[in-house]
């Protein structure tokens, strides 16, 4: 005991200058982190204040998870999130790789830069202001694609009413946010292979082509398998704004843009149902963990430097 | 391998002649070159293509809006839009205000937060090290979602309706700590701090006269991110704030997505208008997404390359 207090003596400056985030955590990330037992009981408001209603409200072990899985929105909500996020990581690879070694390739740099921060403007805005500019196309009286279908006689479309084509806009406009950032890393990347490759290969009268496909992509393999796990990891999570924001919260859209995370905020804001949504929200932070540790532990097998512990 | 050696022969030739240098033996075909310039730029285009649309939109006049919808060469343009903006958008200004500040506030708060964790952690001889960086990174794999986290704003820190439940849930990252504790671990030397302490420096002076004059660019990066995060955030105000005085930016733009009633009823001069035909409700929405983008429409470009390098630095191992 004594050996801990002199430590914590002796390291006091640092413990000072953690002290103020070591705080936060603890409020902000760890206390909810203790909420989530609201999950295992069935959550009333009790008179006396939240922590009267969060021990007086009776446990109910797993009833929750029952009912969430009893409903088709647990399956409706898992597919759509996984569906989604393979969509997206897996054309998102393709399209920042293949984005990268172009804009290697390009002759005139100058353009190439101006290429790459036009490329990078949607990374810096917010869903809001897109789900505008995509209202622009789709809004039912004035938009850019009921105007060409009509311009050709047919009638107009309910855009945000049909749910067949979202799946198809919600992956292209996820692509096409992440693209110029995404491509940042590959291309940082392919600046730092050996010239000489490309030389010695060249002289050996191999293509372009056949340069690409033995010394660019075998190169960037690693990052690329790193990348591609970790982000496996994440896949249980959404970006909020693309899938509530961008179909403007249209309750016939549900079927397609209902992810875990816009799940739990109906969940919480309309139907005011606090068990449930935590319940899911737990289901997706424990599976979550499960997936990030199994992706740690595939790219530790791989490239042991690139684990993020 | 004569066939090889024609073009190498052909280059220097070449160079003999005109004493310019030839291009790259090893680049793509001129023709190759136009078409993927005309494919990357066809995408770089569309990057930007849909804000100078609404830029293009808010300049027209509503009721030719009504009839042609919206047009990338409308018949009528006008400043009707900002006209309205400037008397009646009193809403706009307040949630101007409430952005500045959240994100002038938040930022200062993130990099004080930030640097000084990373730094205590990115210290060798910090006895506590380890349990610290856990403390934080753990927070990367799991959390408890969003309906404790909500509970605990509203119920325990009683924020519901005040600025700080704008400010306070999105000062602390995980991922800034990473940034942050890799640019002072790579960019600060042991030798540089071993030396100040033999001079007789204490740890807090270390910190400050050594270690952060060097890390400007670290802090500028991650002063970057959170500016962005702060600026763009919505979600903060659509779970905790009802008073329209604390609405940000952003959320503003969410509230009059359906109808402009929000717009109208906050600004201080009542002005009667006929409601089908004068309230230039589509116009004045696009005009209010261009002023809420224009700042960092502008200022990107600026700042691009320190995302970048926030971007790659993070990939960096200690």
């Known amino acids: 005991m004594q050996g801990i207090f002199k430590s914590l003596m002796k390291n006091k400056a640092f413990l000072l200058l953690v002290l103020p985030g070591a705080a936060w955590f603890i409020i902000f990330a760890y206390l909810p982190m203790f909420g989530t037992i609201i999950a295992f009981k069935d959550f009333r408001i009790h008179p006396g204040g939240f922590l009267e209603s969060v021990l007086k409200s009776e446990w109910v072990g797993f009833k929750n998870f029952e009912f969430l899985f009893s409903t088709s929105d647990a399956y409706i909500i898992t597919r759509n999130t996984i569906l989604y996020n393979l969509g997206l990581i897996f054309l998102g690879l393709v399209l920042a790789v293949t984005l990268a070694i172009i804009m290697n390739e390009l002759l005139n740099k100058r353009l190439a830069k101006i290429y790459q921060t036009a490329m990078f403007m949607p990374y810096f805005l917010s869903w809001v202001i897109i789900s505008y500019f995509v209202f622009s196309f789709l809004s039912v009286e004035k938009g850019v694609f009921n105007q060409i279908i009509m311009y050709f006689g047919g009638d107009p479309v309910s855009w945000y009413s049909e749910t067949g084509y979202w799946p198809y806009f919600l992956i292209l406009l996820g692509l096409w946010k992440g693209a110029g950032y995404g491509s940042v890393v590959y291309l940082a990347a392919i600046a730092g292979i050996d010239r000489s490759y490309y030389e010695a290969a060249m002289i050996d009268g191999a293509t372009k082509w056949k340069q690409i496909r033995y010394i660019t992509l075998p190169l960037l393999r690693p990052l690329m398998i790193i990348l591609t796990i970790l982000a496996i990891g994440g896949i249980f999570r959404s970006d909020f704004g693309l899938f509530y924001q961008v179909p403007r919260d249209s309750g016939a859209l549900y079927p397609v843009t209902n992810v875990i995370d816009t799940f739990v905020y109906r969940g919480l804001t309309i139907m005011g149902d606090t068990g449930m949504s935590t319940a899911t929200g737990l289901y997706q932070s424990v599976v979550g963990l499960i997936l990030v540790l199994l992706a740690n532990y595939a790219v530790r097998k791989i490239e042991k430097d690139y684990a993020v512990f | ?318």
């Open chain 2, 1 to 318: 391998m004569s066939n090889l050696s024609e073009p190498i022969k052909r280059a220097s030739a070449h160079t003999r002649r005109t004493g310019k240098k030839s291009r790259d033996l090893n680049a793509i075909s001129p023709l190759s070159n136009v078409i993927f310039n005309i494919a990357i730029g066809l995408f770089a285009l569309s990057c930007i293509f849909p804000f100078l649309f609404i830029v293009i939109i808010s300049f027209t006049d509503e009721k030719t809006l009504a009839i042609n919808g919206f047009k990338l060469f409308p018949e009528v343009w006008t400043l009707d839009a900002y006209r309205f903006l400037m008397e009646s958008g009193q809403q706009m200004a307040q949630s101007f205000g409430v952005t500045l500040t959240v994100t002038v506030v938040g930022t200062a708060l993130t990099l004080y937060l930030v640097t000084t964790y990373a730094y205590a952690i990115s210290r060798k001889n910090f006895a506590q090290r380890r349990f610290f960086s856990f403390l934080a990174f753990f927070t990367m794999l799991f959390s408890g979602g969003l309906v404790p986290s909500y509970i605990v704003v509203t119920q325990v820190l009683h924020l519901r309706d005040s600025i700080w439940a704008l400010i306070l849930p999105s000062i602390m990252n995980a991922f800034y700590i990473i940034v942050m504790r890799t640019f002072f671990t790579t960019t600060v030397p042991d030798a540089v701090i071993e030396s100040a302490k033999i001079d007789g420096a204490t740890e807090f002076g270390i910190y400050t006269r050594i270690v952060l004059p060097i890390s400007l660019p670290g802090i500028a990066t991650i002063g970057l991110f959170s500016t962005l995060g702060f600026w763009n955030d919505w979600f903060n105000a659509l779970l905790y704030i009802d008073n329209a005085n604390l609405i940000p930016l952003q959320t503003l733009l969410i509230r009059i997505q359906n109808n402009m009633d929000f717009v109208v009823q906050n600004s201080s001069r009542v002005v009667s208008y006929d409601i089908a035909s004068t309230l230039p409700t589509e116009t004045v929405r696009m005009a209010m997404v261009v002023l809420a983008t224009l700042p960092v429409a502008l200022a990107y470009p600026f700042f691009q390359k320190y995302f970048i390098q926030g971007l790659t630095i993070g990939s960096v191992k200690e």
